[in-house]
């Protein structure tokens, strides 16, 4: 056509517009014909006529297009009309027709603004190297990325069609009717087997227990620590921790001891602090550090299947873990009441913590000279059990879902076929993603790739999280304000902060119209 | 200088009349206005007595006035409402007084009083966030310049539960005094010359001219400025969502934002939304009543 084009134009192609209108072939006709009739280069606006110098009454002599079209309301007049407005929509059903086409070969993700992202952007340029699809990653800062996504769920639109969403999401996203039904990829791909079971558990399915799934695991994560092992190491300080303590300092091997290393480490008057912990309230920090101690103590935050708080979140297991928290918060730097994964990697960067709680996700830029000082002294431990042998981290990460109102899920299920694929999940675990493929996680060319991936690995696999129900945000909410109230502001004892957040789930449960206690 | 339009003009000639010209430019901004603000206000205000959440399919349920009766008897938003309230006053307040007090330094002759005026205003012109984001640089207890210079040690000004709502309104009232300083003093150009040699003839003493000349003549467009910062004080956001979290500086604002978008509590927002705009609306009445009694005078 193009080629038809430019015999047409004679060499002399016109201006971008003009060049647009030719693409329709009624168009072409009569720029040919009229080419033809007066042997100039076909413009269109030589194709209507020519311009002249024309007098109006009362005005400068000036250059006007003299059309040479024939006469309205003739036969010929009417015909090239006909022509013109047939070939016209057949060229705006073509062009929408081709546009449609492109459209279907193109995916977007939303994910949040993060590292991983990054990775997997480029992960899926080998989707597109391999299919031709292009598949974008749009990301959000953290702060915004719930909102944004329910924004658009709740308008039912279809820029994404897929999102990276929260664990706790997974009850919203699916009540709500905004996640496609994917137990029978998970069935087909036999992904329970294939995934750690905890990943599957909490990344995918809802309701508990229920053998319904909603997405497939995408990016792994959890609560681990990273240490100076420099500091760990140095005679004098091992010395000192032995006599004060009665046992060698090294990687804690439970809870207390690692409050003990972190009350060892805490100087404020050299500028040293024992730990930095998970403290902010906007978000889910403090709940995601405070619930890795409760859990590991013993306690729970309530039983998710059956809707029961009491006795449960209010223990005296959950209020001693908590309690340790609460010293922990006190081992950290001054005014360490508005902290979560930015900060806490800040404090070690600065070489003010002996250890510092975060997301594995967050672990790579410690170990970047570019970004931490202390990368060569950085050593990393999955969270330590709690004192009676309880073993277990707080579950970050998140689960790649389809979104109901995708107008590409046909072409967004053939794309999650690819990425559960192993060779995919190993190229995803070598970019910098936190594979949940058991098999590689197991394999010891996963585990000893960095220096965190061990830890990583024995996480993954005594993980627990937060409530998914739809309401989660505002058990979140009050569990975030219940936490720092006692933690941080130092209101009360365990126990009553315990027991005050209780009463209000189970006070929110009811509302939300769970079975009452 | 006023300008009439000949009944030549190109208006005329074309035979658009002044009703059609008015229309022109009315209907645009009526039909804005309703699109983007008195229909929403009126949906949300439906939504106010449902138990509607955007984040589900459910169809809402009319619930009367069950929201506004759960946010009037829930003790978070009435810690919420006070925070705010001292947090107004004490921004608003401290507003006033420096912004006041810069624009009587201002108000005579100065070398270089124009450039002075220009750096002072300049906070004004910068983004919230920006400068909450440097307050919160300023006030870090392990680095920041505000404990060093004042020799506070590790004062934790963003988190401690006594010290956050202030740390916030001290930032606002770097960021909006000049907005005071600036009505200040335009309303102190304003003021009749010969009123001061009056008063300076009749040997009045300058606190006496301060209090019976200056601060009467200029009270109505303070007032406005008050009336401005309180209804922008009420309504505070961006900067104290950027730089605490401290539960015990939780703004009403703030509150709004997590019942709306956090938890995607529609219905019990929008009342709550409603119940704000009600208290803003009053407060404003009141400083319009001694702002028309202050013309008066």
């Known amino acids: ?43 269109l606006g030589r194709a209507f006529g020519r311009f002249a110098a024309v007098k109006a009454p009362g005005k400068e002599e000036g250059l006007r297009l003299v059309p040479h079209l024939p006469a309205v309301g003739s036969a010929r007049g009417r015909t090239i009309m006909r022509t013109a407005t047939k070939g016209m929509l057949a060229g705006l059903g073509l062009m929408l027709a081709s546009s449609t086409s492109v459209l279907a070969q193109e995916l977007t993700i939303l994910w949040a603004e993060w590292d991983p992202a990054n990775y997997l952007q480029e992960l899926v340029n080998a989707y597109q190297a391999e299919t031709g699809v292009t598949v974008t990653v749009e990301t959000v800062p953290w702060p915004d990325f719930q909102t944004k996504a329910f924004t658009e769920f709740n308008a039912q639109g279809s820029a994404y069609d897929l999102v990276v969403g929260d664990s706790q999401w997974l009850g919203a996203g699916s009540t709500g009717g905004h996640y496609v039904d994917l137990t029978e990829f998970v069935k087909t791909h036999n992904l329970t087997t294939t995934m750690a079971p905890a990943t599957m558990q909490f990344y ?91 859990f590991s103590y013993g306690g729970s935050l309530g039983d998710y299947a059956n809707y029961k708080v009491t006795g449960l979140l209010n223990s005296k297991e959950s209020a001693e873990g908590l309690e340790d928290y609460k010293k922990l918060y006190t081992y950290g730097p001054p005014g360490w009441g508005n902290a979560f994964f930015a900060e806490v990697n800040t404090a070690i960067a600065q070489g003010q913590v002996a250890m510092g709680m975060n997301f594995f996700a967050f672990f790579p830029s410690l170990l970047n000279e570019a970004t931490n000082p202390q990368a060569k002294n950085m050593g990393f431990f999955a969270n330590p059990p709690g004192p009676r042998g309880d073993d277990f981290a707080a579950l970050g990460g998140q689960g790649i879902s389809l979104v109901s109102y995708s107008q590409n ?24 993603g936190y594979t949940a493929a058991a098999a590689i996680l197991e394999s010891d060319e996963f585990q000893n ?12 696999f005594k993980v627990r999280d937060f409530w998914a129900l739809p309401e989660y945000a505002e058990l979140l909410d009050e569990g975030q304000q219940g936490f720092y109230d006692y933690v941080v502001n130092g209101n009360g004892t365990a126990q009553e902060a315990l027991d005050k957040l209780a009463a209000t789930w189970v006070e929110s449960l009811k509302a939300a119209g769970y079975p009452a206690e | ?50 138990d509607f959440r955007a984040s589900s399919k459910d169809a809402a349920n009319f619930v009367g006035l069950q929201n506004y009766a759960d946010i009037l008897a829930d003790p978070v938003i009435w810690r919420s409402f006070a925070t705010t309230l001292w947090y107004v006053i004490v921004s608003v307040s401290g507003q006033f007084v420096v912004g006041f007090g810069l624009a009587l330094l201002l108000n005579r002759p100065i070398p270089g009083k124009g450039l002075l005026t220009t750096l002072l205003l300049l906070p004004m012109m910068l983004s919230p966030v920006v400068v909450g984001l440097f ?32 740390a916030v309104a001290i930032t606002d009232i770097w960021m909006w005094s000049p907005f005071v300083m600036l009505l200040s003093l335009a309303g102190l150009s304003a003021v009749p010359k010969h009123l001061y040699e009056a008063a300076s003839i009749d040997r009045a003493s300058k606190l006496y001219t301060f209090f019976r000349v200056t601060l009467p003549l200029v009270a109505p467009i303070l007032l406005i400025a ?14 104290a969502f950027v730089m605490t979290g401290q539960p015990q500086a939780e703004l009403i604002s703030s509150r709004l934002y997590k019942m709306a978008f956090a938890q995607w509590q529609t219905g019990p927002a929008s009342a709550l939304a409603y119940i704000v705009l009600i208290m803003v609306l009053c407060i404003t009445n009141i400083y319009v009543k001694y702002l028309n009694k202050a013309k008066e005078r």
Not at chain 1, 213 to 241: C, H, I, Q
Not at chain 1, 452 to 458: I, L, T, W
Request: no cysteine.
């Open chain 1, 1 to 43: 056509m193009r080629r038809a084009l430019r015999g047409a134009a004679a060499g002399d192609r016109g201006r971008p517009w003009e060049r647009s209108l030719l693409l329709v072939p009624a168009m072409r006709d009569i720029v040919s014909r009229t080419s033809r009739e007066n042997d100039r280069p076909p413009k």
């Open chain 1, 204 to 294: 995918s399915e809802y309701p508990g227990g229920s053998g319904t799934y909603w997405s497939v695991p995408l990016e792994g994560d959890a609560v681990g620590w990273a240490y100076r092992k420099d500091w760990f190491e140095d005679p004098t300080e091992m010395a000192n921790f032995k006599a004060k303590y009665g046992y060698d300092l090294g990687v804690p091997k439970d809870l207390k001891q690692l409050v003990d290393i972190a009350e060892f480490f805490h100087r404020p008057a050299e500028n040293r602090y024992g730990a930095a912990v998970y403290t902010q309230v906007p978000g889910d920090a403090i709940t995601m550090g405070a619930e890795t101690f409760i």
């Open chain 1, 409 to 432: 899920k046909d072409e967004a299920m053939k794309f999650l076929e690819w990425l559960v694929k192993d060779e995919t999940q190993k190229k995803w675990a070598e970019l910098g």
């Open chain 1, 449 to 460: 790739a960095t220096p965190y991936n061990k830890a990583f690995f024995e996480t993954m």
């Open chain 2, 1 to 50: 200088m006023m300008t009439t339009l000949s009944p030549t003009s190109r208006a005329a000639t074309r035979g658009w009349s002044d009703i059609t010209i008015r229309n022109l430019f009315v209907i645009p901004t009526v039909a804005f206005l309703i699109i983007f603000n008195v229909f929403p206000l009126l949906y949300s205000l439906g939504f106010s007595f449902t």
């Open chain 2, 135 to 166: 307050w919160k640089l300023i006030y870090d207890p392990s680095w920041g310049i505000l404990n060093y210079a004042l020799g506070l040690g590790k004062t934790a000004w963003l988190t401690d539960a006594n010290l956050a709502l202030y």
């Open chain 2, 226 to 239: 008050v009336i401005f910062r309180t209804m922008e004080a009420f309504k505070t956001f961006d900067i």
